[in-house]
């Protein structure tokens, strides 16, 4: 059985998982590159409301997040989505200390009321995009603090206040 593409992107400062969506940038690529955003959103919307629930009311930004991952993935300038929430990733296959390690964040978050979007991968193709030479790695805000071990609570807390200081 072959696993379902299913990409993750974010919009308007939410995750949102899209099923086709890496394949949709794929046949697009060659076609597409030079042409202008509002052509290219036109095409992404086009194909993956297809397989996916687009409401209408929120096309607009669905349409901008479309355009900037299909310019990011060709390597062209896009705009940056930017968000000013914390983000957070566990990066992991799920074994038990991956699944702690997760664990200890959201206990922590709620613990002293961070709101942050938390992120277990588990797909070891893109655990390797991230060049962690080890699992459980934490990465707060795109930087790895930790790779191939569990932090202490503390030390974990620490990295969570710092972060959601900035």
Known sequence: MNKPDITQIK????????????????DIADTYAEKPDDVVAEELINRLSKKNYIPD??????????VREFR???????????????????LGPGCAQCDKLE???MDLLSEINLPADLEHVRDVVKIAEYGVIGT???????????????????????WLEEAGRK
């Open 103 to 105: 664990q200890d964040v």
């Open 72 to 90: 990011k993935f060709l390597g062209q300038p896009y705009d940056d989505d930017s968000t000013d929430g914390l983000e957070i990733k566990v």
């Open 136 to 158: 459980p790695a934490l990465l707060i805000n795109g930087k790895v603090m930790c790779s191939g071990r569990n932090p202490s609570k503390t030390r974990l807390k620490q």
């Open 11 to 26: 919009i308007s400062g939410h995750t949102v998982g899209f099923v086709g969506f890496q394949t949709a940038l794929e």
């Open 57 to 66: 009311n929120v096309k607009k930004e669905y349409s901008l997040a479309f």
